[in-house]
């Protein structure tokens, strides 16, 4: 089964080199606020300390955590560059494929210099994803983590920073294949949780979310009760579980505790504190929940993710199909430009087999402005606007000088109607541009099949359009 994970990490490796994210991959999104001890779970889940810490948004990219339990493959592979038999585990980054990094104290540096490198250095977040694979001993597991949520920003953070925060973390989590691991802390109410907020937001009936309540060290000794009751899931609605763990503190990391330490200490600490309870809970506990969740939620996504995968394949392979040789290319591209300027007379002629139903466009909308919306301005306006008998009695006068005529002569009757004619030119400059208008929106509403091929080439997408616009405002 473990093999479904496999495919799924590779899946991501894809997507997140291609940039590609329409199809929805089952995932663990980790989600929590700063400082609730969202980066200890994780590290102890790997075994490793190896995330960037400090103040402020440490997490400024989505970093797709794969842990990934070793075969002889993987093994030799590793050999193959760093020819260090000694090397139990090990770590390596999408971006840098040709490296195996021994020293996790390496791997938090390149998560940082990375992160700058895509985020820039004030503090900012990015949606550029960070792909991490850690080879170890223990499981097969895949994690989304994401920026801390945070209210107010700090030092250069932008003014909207919550916002932003806010936009990557649904962006993760309303993929309906996505578990959330809400990280919530046990020394605060859990009605004030932020992560909680946004699982109940996207998920309100539990169903994709899993608790875990981190810092039960940190409570008084006088709420423990409540805190069983957490635990228990009495104030959490939550259907995937709720799990309990403790982590390293300040000091531990500071002294450089190793997470086996750090796992035996948490172990005593629970069957100290929560005698009734104490099997269900820890980051062993945790670990061994998630993957069996992560597996049974890819077996249930399977068949609808399968026919997605298919269904795409099929999708490029037909768009390969249409592309030519080197050599055949200038006739592709004189055939690609001949099938969006008939596409374009059609849409005005009205000869487009694929009918609008829902609005007018093309040819119709544009004998729409004509000969409803202009014909009615010009029937607002009076012929003789301005135009008294005394002042066509004056015109007649002057245009006749010294003459005198029983007839209208021309001269008189071009001052006249010349000044008239003044009051068209308005109406019938906003028909030419209201004409314009649709005239260059006729170009987005061509046959769906040829704008599809065309946008595959972007730079002749953006010339012919240019060229539609140049020949419209010359």
Known sequence: MESLIHTINKLQEVFAVIG?????????????????????????????????????????????????????????????????EKIKEWAWFLHKPNTVFQNFDDVRLEIENRTNYLAGHNNGITHEQIVLKVYTQLYDLTFVDLPGITKLPVGDQPEDIDERIQELILKYVQQPNSIILAVVTANTDPSTSESLKIARKIDPEGIRTVAVVTKLDLIDKGTIQDTIELLCGYKIPVKLGIIGVVNRSQKDIFDNKSMK???????????????????????????????????????????????????????????????????????????????????????????????????????????QIIHNEFVEKLDKIDPLLDLTDEKIGNILLNSAGTNKSSFVNEKALEIMIGKQLQNLIEPAMVCVDLVGAEMLRIFESIDQSILDTLKRFPKLNTDVSNIFCSLWYK
């Open 261 to 367: 330490e750090t796992l035996k200490s948490e172990k005593e600490f629970l069957k100290a504190n929560y005698p009734e309870i104490h099997k269900k809970h820890g980051n062993q506990m945790l670990a061994n929940t998630l993957q069996n969740i992560l597996l049974m939620h890819i077996k249930k996504t399977y068949p609808v993710l399968r026919k997605e995968l298919y269904d795409t394949k099929d999708r490029l392979e037909n768009q390969l199909k249409t592309l030519k040789t080197p050599d055949q290319k200038v006739s592709f591209v004189l055939g690609l430009l001949n099938d969006v300027c008939k596409s374009y007379c059609d849409t005005v002629a009205g000869n487009r087999k694929d009918l609008s139903e829902s609005t007018l466009v093309g040819g119709a909308k544009i004998s």
């Open 20 to 84: 590609d994210h329409k199809i929805n991959l089952p995932q663990i999104v980790v989600v929590g606020s700063q400082s609730s001890g969202k980066s200890s779970v994780l590290e102890s889940l790997v075994g490793k300390s190896f995330l960037p810490r400090g103040t402020g948004i440490v997490t400024r990219a989505p970093l797709i955590l794969q842990i990934v339990r070793y075969n002889k493959e993987d093994r030799e592979s590793m050999l193959e560059i760093t020819k260090n």
